[in-house]
């Protein structure tokens, strides 16, 4: 087969440079992609900066964790697609997988879900990621139901804003704790905006519940936002955090007999188990993405290959104004 054009990082902190590789062929179980559309975290930019020793992916590779685009061919085995379908998922750039900065990807079909029928090739690049994340936690750690409370730090941020859209889908009462400048976005999302520059924990905990916390935490910032987390839950609570770096005292959890969960999303990519899962959770992804109950907020600033690194450059930078994609196909 002819070769493909993929941006490849050949160094920590280095460069993308546009290449020509060996087009990549489907094994059994996988299906060949034309990528479309690759979603930037900021957890690409780590993985290139070479600062991420729990998200193993040797230099130089192609990187790129999310993905949209088209089927082009099956592997033997392969059961859920067929050529011509519009899929999306989390695939690579992680764990010795080819990443999604690349005209072609070879993917295990167990990680795709068709493409909602309402989102473009770019907005459904810009979910994988973020919606498996708030997904695993609001949905398989903690079971967030109709009525409970639910308060997410964070929450205009990328796995932050998908969590506050999954938590009202599931019927829950949602506070939105960020910035001032995020407030209305997160008012037309439905969720009570609170603004953590002009209001402490403790302050927001006695306006919003009489001071006794919410049923759910959702950390998404990590270090000291743990421990406001830890502050902010009820007794017999819940706190789940997608980033639970640093040291903390988890006696003010304890002493409420709250819980605490994690969520590690790559672990299907790296280890190999819970791939079933992951496309689960992007078969759900789709479904409420068609009745319009989550919506990806996306920077609307365009990328190429030739461009990903200004990509990075904006994440690094705290620049960006929601998701950033780029445009491949």
């Not at 992007?282 to 907020?297: Q, Y």
Request: glycine share 12%; aromatic share 6%; charged share 20%.
């Amino acid at each position: 087969m002819p070769k493909m054009r993929a941006a490849v990082v050949e160094a920590a902190n280095g460069p993308f440079r546009v290449s020509e590789l060996e087009h990549p062929v489907a094994k059994r179980g996988e299906v060949l992609v034309r990528v479309k559309a690759s979603g930037v975290n900021p957890l690409d930019t780590k993985i290139r900066a070479g600062a991420a020793a729990h998200a193993r992916h040797e230099l130089p590779a192609v990187l790129g964790l999310d993905l949209a685009g088209v089927v082009i061919e099956v592997g033997e085995g392969v059961t859920r697609f067929s050529p011509g379908d519009e899929v999306y998922g989390m695939t690579g750039g992680v764990g010795g997988h080819q990443g999604s900065l690349a005209e072609y990807a070879a993917v295990d079909e167990r990680l795709l879900a068709l493409k909602p029928s309402n989102l473009s090739m770019r907005d459904a690049a810009a979910l994988p990621l973020i919606f498996i994340t708030a997904w695993e936690g609001l949905v398989d750690r903690v079971n967030v139901r109709a009525g409970q409370t639910v308060l997410v730090l964070g929450a205009g941020g990328g796995v932050g804003h998908i969590a506050v859209q999954i938590a009202k889908a599931l019927g829950a009462d949602v506070y939105a704790v960020d910035s001032t400048t995020k407030g209305d976005y997160l008012r037309s999302l439905g969720a009570t905006a609170i603004d953590y520059t002009s209001e402490n924990v403790d302050e927001y905990v006695t306006r919003h519940s009489g001071g006794k916390g919410f049923d759910v935490v959702y950390d998404t910032v990590g270090g000291a936002g743990l421990d406001t987390a830890f502050k902010a839950v009820t007794r017999f609570g819940h706190v789940v955090s997608c980033l639970g770096w640093g040291t903390h005292a988890l006696a003010p959890l304890s002493f409420k007999s709250a819980t605490y969960s994690g969520v590690f999303t790559l672990l299907p990519l790296l280890t190999g188990e819970g791939r079933e899962h992951h496309g689960d959770i992007m078969r759900e992804a789709t479904k409420l993405a068609e009745v319009g109950k989550v919506s990806p907020r996306l920077d609307p600033r365009t990328f190429t290959l030739e461009t990903a690194t200004n990509a990075h450059e904006l994440i690094e930078t705290r620049k960006a104004n929601g998701k950033l994609v780029v445009d491949v196909g």
